[in-house]
């Protein structure tokens, strides 16, 4: 398997790493092509290019990996869909429902897979806690609590965030809300409340959600950037999700605690730490590789990968909506059907 890694800044770091434990070789673009050569003398990689379009007539690859921040997602996208080639693209996918439409679009024309990288799903304690679920041993789920909130520096590594006029909604609410879909289904209606808390910040560091599933659930997803916390479980989610025959929940510290009968047991699930990472960033490297690897399969089995490009407008709809939402404070009905496409 050869690849094409496109973006080679703070994150990139991650998926280079995941992408050489699952034996996969990258060649590397940047348009900052420095970026890209330092990241290939580290990671080995065979090639570096400056421009996307001379990287993908020159090599022959199987796929694309787009690391690039959300203003460039749309025409690279684009460019890859037209040399059919399938792709995974960070998040946020798409700067806006219009321009999500049509790059999913434009990959099933073109009959290319496309993954969106919504890592959270994929982290450990969510894939245990979605078996739990998954498998019936709190009966029937009704409500979730979503939580990730805490004060941790991220303007540090990602100093684009500060300057950012959408922030915790686009940057993490993508993350967020993905969960509360994996947890308990698609939305169909959903209030939004947004803060700026963080005199240093222009954009909302802060947002909590009510919403309605289409199951008769409902869920309160909240996010913030400012929230003074001994101790800080950044970077995990914490989350409890309710039902007719108990609960299980996401602790600090990885733990899963489910009760039911008036009985509650308690599960590790923290991550491992792969060999390059380091902790409390295990979380989320590992992550990387359980996406990634999960990419490879579907690439081998030709089965569609999760989230898709299509999936991923669900969520998207919700990120964008939300804004309308707090800023007219009212409460709004997705619309599942369009969106779907
Ligand atoms: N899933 C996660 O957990 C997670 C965590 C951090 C960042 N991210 C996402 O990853 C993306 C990248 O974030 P980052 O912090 O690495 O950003 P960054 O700014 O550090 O790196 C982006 C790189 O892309 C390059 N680039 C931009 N447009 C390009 C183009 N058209 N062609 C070639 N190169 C181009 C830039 O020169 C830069 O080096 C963002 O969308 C961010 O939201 C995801």
């Not at 024309?109 to 304690?125: C, I, M, S, Y």
Request: hydrophobic residues 40%; aromatic residues 8%; glycine residues 8%.
């Amino acid at each position: 398997m050869r690849g094409g890694l496109i973006g080679c800044g703070f994150f990139a770091r991650n998926h280079l790493a995941a992408w050489r434990d699952l034996g996969v070789d990258m060649v590397l673009c940047d348009r900052d092509v420095g970026k890209a050569q330092a990241l290939a003398s580290e990671f080995g990689a065979p090639a570096v290019y400056g421009d996307a379009a001379p990287m993908i007539a020159a090599e022959r690859l199987d796929f694309v990996d787009i690391v690039t921040t959300v203003e460039s997602h749309r025409p690279l996208v684009e460019l890859c869909a037209a040399a059919r080639l399938p792709m995974v693209c960070q998040k946020p996918f798409a700067a806006d429902l219009p321009d999500g439409r049509d790059m999913v679009m434009a990959a099933r024309d073109a009959g290319v897979p496309l993954l969106v990288h919504e890592n959270f799903r994929w982290q450990k304690p969510m894939l245990a806690l979605s078996q739990v679920v998954g498998a019936g041993e709190i009966g029937t789920p009704s409500f979730a609590r979503i939580s990730f909130r805490h004060a941790f520096d991220i303007y540090r590594n990602q100093p684009y965030l500060a300057t950012e006029p959408r922030l915790a909604l686009v940057d993490v609410g993508v993350h967020v809300l993905d969960l509360a879909r994996f947890f308990l289904g698609d939305v169909t209606r959903y209030y939004c409340r947004t803060q700026r808390l963080n005199p240093r910040v222009r954009g909302e560091d802060a947002a909590n959600l009510l919403l309605d599933h289409s199951s008769g659930a409902v869920s309160s997803v909240e996010i913030s950037f400012f929230s003074h916390l001994d101790p800080d479980p950044f970077p995990q989610t914490l989350v409890r999700v309710e039902g007719s025959e108990g609960t299980a929940e996401l602790l600090p510290g990885y733990r899963l605690v489910v009760t039911r009968g008036g009985r509650s047991e308690t599960h590790d699930v923290e991550p491992p730490v792969p060999a390059w990472g380091q902790r409390p960033w295990h979380l989320i490297q590992d992550s990387v590789v359980a996406l990634q690897r999960h990419w490879l399969t579907c690439l081998r089995d030709g089965v569609e990968p999760r989230p898709s490009g299509a999936d991923n407008l669900r969520t998207l709809e919700l990120v964008y909506g939300a804004y309308d939402s707090a800023e007219r404070g009212v409460a709004l009905t997705t619309s599942l059907d369009e969106v779907r496409g």
